[in-house]
């Protein structure tokens, strides 16, 4: 029997908050992206040793490699059984900006509220703008703009060249940028 | 190609998008689920050798395990009677059909006084249902089924990302302990108890499998 594996503890648990961070940007929803990471864990555990022949190797990107794999079999299967799951995307959406509307609140005594609103505002419109990106080009941008992973990882994680991740990475800023000038009505930076 | 830098809109970002931390209770479930992975299951020798195969297969030479998983198989998984095998077949099918014709669930719920009283006036006998999500094993609803020529009741229990069905009518078999198949990778458990026959079907581990049958074993007077 293996013994109790207190490297896989030290070198894979750090990672969680990044692996629930990208699963739930992926899913959209907090009770599936906590399903998503338990059976990925339950994964990298089982295939550890494969991972174990790369010396002191940063675990993260292997990880997230896994995350992502185990995300879109869940969404695959989601969209397959839509109406038991009661799965609705737009809900999703909304779901996810109440954090935001929380931050908002937080900061409210030392701002007037006006300020207030257009903070909250651009935080909401940020979120959902992210949210309605295509999988690909959302989760690149999340792991590179969120979790600040440099390029060669990201491309571990997401099993594409240097290349493919830059070039990617451009477009999904282009399109976040177009999507906010258009519901914001101005350059997101004006706030 | 140069990466498109604009550290502003980068900063932007940083600052508004939101970063969801994991919740601790994730964190505790992940921790006590690798725990039962590493030691085997108290009843099951066997299938900690399953386990322990599964984690180290890469480490033994392919045709070395081949033979023993060969052999662990024939010893663990009985060879079935063709009135068995039948019943399993259908069993199965019925698992697939449900999966693959998104008839997972006609009633949802997550409390059995929902689920049990469901059943009334559908079929002649009353399941026993019970919830065991703090084990693992989430009941999401049930389902009426027709397998070995009658109406059944389906309860179904939700693993991590995985369906088990439990399907389950009455029977003038005896007691018996809980038996594991395999069939085309779906898992299956069988058993009867107090007068009930029933069948756990998933693609979860059998051991896994086998510790929501002991579970629902052990809670019968519910």
């Known amino acids: ?191 | 190609m140069q990466p498109d830098n604009d550290p502003e809109f980068s900063r932007l970002l940083k600052e508004k998008v939101d970063q969801h931390k994991a919740p601790d209770q994730l964190r505790r479930k992940i921790l006590a689920r690798l725990e039962q992975e590493r030691s085997p299951a108290p009843a099951g020798g066997v299938s900690g050798l399953l386990r322990y195969l599964d984690l180290h297969w890469r480490a033994l030479s392919t045709a070395a395990a081949c033979g023993v998983a060969a052999t662990l198989l024939v010893t663990q998984l009985p060879s079935l009677s063709s009135a068995d095998d039948n019943l399993a077949m259908q069993v199965t099918a019925s698992h697939n059909r449900a999966l693959m014709a998104n008839h997972l669930i006609d009633v949802v719920s997550s409390d059995r006084h929902t689920v049990k009283p469901w059943f009334a006036g559908k079929i002649d006998y009353s399941p026993r249902v019970r919830d065991f999500a703090t084990e693992g094993f989430e009941l999401t609803g049930g389902r009426l089924d027709y397998v070995n020529d009658r109406v059944v009741a389906t309860l179904v229990y939700k693993n991590r990302l995985h369906v088990i069905d439990v399907y389950t009518w009455p029977s003038t078999e005896s007691d018996s302990t809980v038996n594991k198949r395999s069939r085309r990778g779906i898992n299956m458990t069988e058993w009867v108890d107090s007068g009930m026959k029933y069948y756990a079907v998933s693609d979860i581990e059998v051991g896994e499998l086998a510790q929501l049958a002991q579970l629902m074993r052990s809670h019968k007077n519910d």
Request: overall charge negative; hydrophobic content about 45%.
């Open chain 1, 1 to 191: 029997m293996s013994p109790a594996n207190p490297r896989f503890e030290a070198i894979v648990m750090p990672h969680l908050d990044a692996a629930y961070n990208l699963a739930r940007w992926l899913v959209k929803d907090p009770h599936a992206a906590e399903d998503v990471v338990q059976e990925a864990y339950l994964r990298a555990f089982r295939y550890f040793d494969s991972f174990r022949g790369a010396a002191d190797e940063d675990a993260r990107p292997w990880l997230l490699g896994i995350v992502r794999n185990t995300s879109y079999s869940w969404l695959q299967s989601a969209r397959r059984s839509n109406e038991q799951v009661g799965y609705d995307e737009d809900a999703q959406v909304d779901e996810s900006l109440e954090p935001a509307a929380a931050m908002g609140l937080e900061r409210g005594h030392a701002e007037n509220p006006e300020t207030q609103l257009v903070r909250k505002a651009l935080r909401m419109q940020l979120n959902s703008a992210i949210a309605s990106l295509p999988a690909t080009f959302r989760e690149v941008l999340i792991l590179r703009e969120i979790e600040e992973m440099p390029y060669d990882s990201i491309a571990a994680a997401m099993q594409i060249p240097i290349g493919t991740v830059m070039s990617r990475l451009s477009r999904a800023r282009g399109m976040l940028r177009a999507a906010l000038e258009t519901t914001l009505g101005r350059r997101p930076y004006e706030a």
